[in-house]
């Protein structure tokens, strides 16, 4: 009787193909998603997939941090099959790209704008040499002014 109900047991529940009846873990699903960002298979255009193959701005580093932070331990992904016909992957690399795109900009105006930003504030005459000016001569006046009085 035992045999008859696991037989009955293992036909339902593993009735079909293997790739429709398991399906990937998140570990998996995070290394695949990084091996095809770091190829650049999933760049929006190819200055970022120059970016992604080419690691420029840390971005193998931007990569693993955003895919490990948005691919978390209790996500199911359906069966293997399910994850690569259906669009589940297409889904996750949608939401993923918004962050590692914005991080990756980010890095890109810090590293090339940084010396033409401080170049224009810092400049003699420029912005914020002019605001440190005025702030240094109002504290000299103020200096001076109280140790006459004294």
Same mark, same amino acid.
């Given at each position: 009787?035992?045999?008859?109900?696991?037989?009955?047991?293992?036909?339902?529940?593993?009735?079909?193909?293997?790739?429709?009846?398991?399906?990937?873990?998140?570990?998996?699903?995070?290394?695949?998603?990084?091996?095809?960002?770091?190829?650049?298979?999933?760049?929006?255009?190819?200055?970022?997939?120059?970016?992604?193959?080419?690691? *420029?701005?840390?971005?193998? +580093?931007? #990569?693993?941090?955003?895919?490990?932070?948005? %691919?978390?331990?209790?996500?199911?992904? /359906? !069966?293997?099959?399910?994850?690569?016909?259906?669009?589940?992957?297409?889904?996750? *690399?949608?939401?993923?790209? +918004?962050? #590692?795109?914005?991080?990756?900009?980010?890095? %890109?105006?810090?590293?090339?704008?940084? /010396? !033409?930003?401080?170049?224009?504030?810092?400049?003699?005459?420029?912005?914020?040499?002019?605001?440190?000016?005025?702030?240094?001569?109002?504290?000299?006046?103020?200096?001076?002014?109280?140790?006459?009085?004294?």
């Amino acid at each position: 009787m035992k045999s008859i109900l696991m037989q009955v047991y293992y036909e339902t529940m593993f009735d079909g193909p293997w790739y429709e009846n398991a399906g990937p873990s998140a570990d998996k699903v995070r290394k695949d998603l990084i091996k095809k960002y770091v190829k650049g298979w999933h760049a929006k255009d190819d200055y970022y997939k120059y970016i992604y193959i080419n690691n *420029i701005y840390d971005s193998h +580093k931007i #990569i693993e941090e955003e895919v490990t932070k948005g %691919i978390t331990e209790n996500m199911q992904f /359906g !069966s293997w099959r399910g994850y690569a016909t259906f669009g589940i992957e297409e889904a996750i *690399i949608k939401s993923l790209n +918004k962050f #590692i795109n914005r991080r990756i900009a980010i890095e %890109i105006l810090t590293h090339k704008f940084k /010396g !033409s930003l401080n170049h224009y504030l810092y400049k003699p005459g420029g912005i914020r040499t002019r605001k440190l000016k005025e702030d240094f001569e109002s504290k000299k006046t103020k200096s001076s002014t109280s140790s006459t009085s004294s």
